[in-house]
Nanobody, 121 residues
Framework: QLQLVESGGGLVQPGESLRLSCAVS????????IGWFRQAPGKEREGVSC????????NLADSVKGRFTISRDNAKNTVYLQMNSLKPADTAVYYC??????????????WGKGTLVTVSS
């Protein structure tokens, strides 16, 4: 069964860091790009970052540039999102999703259920 499972969310204070994980199963991660998305309360879902099969990253949100880093470990079937210097505006449910291809920006076909990140003092 194909699955993407996010973990690592939680409550942090402004300026702190979190690392989210997206553990995948049921397909070979080697062949797919994976994206991170988020949805804040009352807002539409937005793309955050994407990593291609080759490891190239694509930033999808100007607001996280220089603060968030995406990476992948195919041996562990896991994609990560390192989030530094968190701000209250980063509060959202974070989702990972499988791209339809090995490259980013080609649409997604499977989603995880999300992990909540809350940034508050």
């Amino acid at each position: 069964q194909l699955q993407l499972v996010e973990s690592g969310g939680g409550l942090v204070q402004p300026g702190e860091s979190l690392r989210l994980s997206c553990a995948v199963s049921g397909f070979n991660l080697d062949y797919y790009a994976i994206g991170w998305f988020r949805q804040a309360p009352g807002k539409e879902r937005e793309g955050v970052s994407c990593i291609s099969r080759s490891g190239g990253s694509t930033n999808l949100a100007d607001s996280v540039k220089g603060r968030f880093t995406i990476s992948r470990d195919n041996a562990k079937n896991t994609v990560y999102l390192q989030m530094n210097s968190l701000k209250p505006a980063d509060t959202a449910v974070y989702y990972c999703a499988r791209s339809r291809t090995s490259k980013c920006l080609n649409g997604v076909d499977y989603w995880g259920k999300g992990t909540l990140v809350t940034v508050s003092s």
